[in-house]
């Protein structure tokens, strides 16, 4: 039988190949959820960039969650979990409880129960967060939030990785 941990490294090595592929930054993200979600199994995982005006989180990639959820609103960031956004992870049990959840309702129809957000940064700035969402109460452990670390990490690569693509697929010199 193969430890969490190890399921974790194998996990970490499937993404950073999937990154290293230069497929479409969609597939990429999708393929990093789809891990994040079979390693640590959990409900469902989600990839959410922030707007330019730092404002609001959008879905980019998802796995396990509805269309409904998805879909119900704008994710405001400074009333959804904020502190991801200021770069710290943040742990939440009762996601249906948790004045820090801003879609309470909606998270208690979906099934979630408890939500770790960690951030995304890209060159020492927060771009956004990835979340892992539970259908149980759950504590995360530091190798829970190291690995959903490490996998944000590996998705701002892939990000950075498709504009550096994208900016040389259009005869610019790539530093």
Not at 110 to 116: A, F, K, M, P
Request: charged residues 20%; glycine residues 6%; neutral net charge.
């Amino acid at each position: 039988m193969i430890g969490q941990k190890e399921k974790y490294y194998h996990s970490l090595y499937e993404i950073a190949a999937a990154v290293n592929t230069a497929g479409a930054p969609e597939d990429v993200l999708n393929s990093i959820v789809e891990h994040v979600v079979k390693a640590m199994n959990t409900k469902g995982c989600s990839i959410m960039l922030a707007t330019p005006d730092r404002k609001l989180l959008l879905h980019t990639a998802a796995c396990g969650l509805s269309e409904r959820y998805i879909r119900k609103g704008p994710v405001s960031a400074d009333r959804s979990i904020a502190e991801a956004l200021w770069g710290c992870p943040v742990s939440v049990v009762n996601a249906t409880e948790d004045d820090r959840i801003q879609y309470r309702k909606q998270a208690r129809e979906e099934g979630i129960v408890s939500i770790l957000s960690v951030p995304v940064m890209l060159r020492g700035q927060v771009i956004g967060v990835i979340r892992v969402y539970t259908a149980e109460s759950r504590y995360f452990s530091d190798s829970d939030i190291y690995f959903v670390g490490a996998v944000a990490n590996l998705g701002a690569i892939a990000l950075e990785n498709a504009r550096l693509f994208r900016h040389d697929a259009f005869g610019a010199t790539v530093d």
